[in-house]
């Protein structure tokens, strides 16, 4: 499972991001390698096997912050789908 969470430079929400997905990881039973990236994209996403957790089609590009920031419900829900 490839796991990351992209983030734009200085995004006010990417350590609560980071904590949420680390919480849901704990939830879930599962130990996993974090991929963090800082560039132009939509901030913060997180991606599980390359889908964004919040179902939506992700930007190539920009550094913008998200309206619909990734929730632990549907962290947690997205990695129990992905789950071996």
Do not use: N
């Amino acid at each position: 499972m490839r796991i990351e969470l992209l983030t734009a430079p200085g995004c006010p929400h990417a350590a609560t991001a980071k904590k949420s997905l680390t919480a849901c990881l704990a939830t879930v039973g599962m130990e996993a390698m974090i991929i963090e990236r800082v560039g132009r994209f939509p901030s913060p996403t997180i991606l599980i096997d390359g889908v964004d957790v919040m179902g939506r089609q992700r930007a190539l590009s920009g550094d913008m912050c998200r309206l619909d920031l990734p929730t632990p419900q549907r962290i947690c829900e997205a990695l129990r789908a992905h789950k071996p």
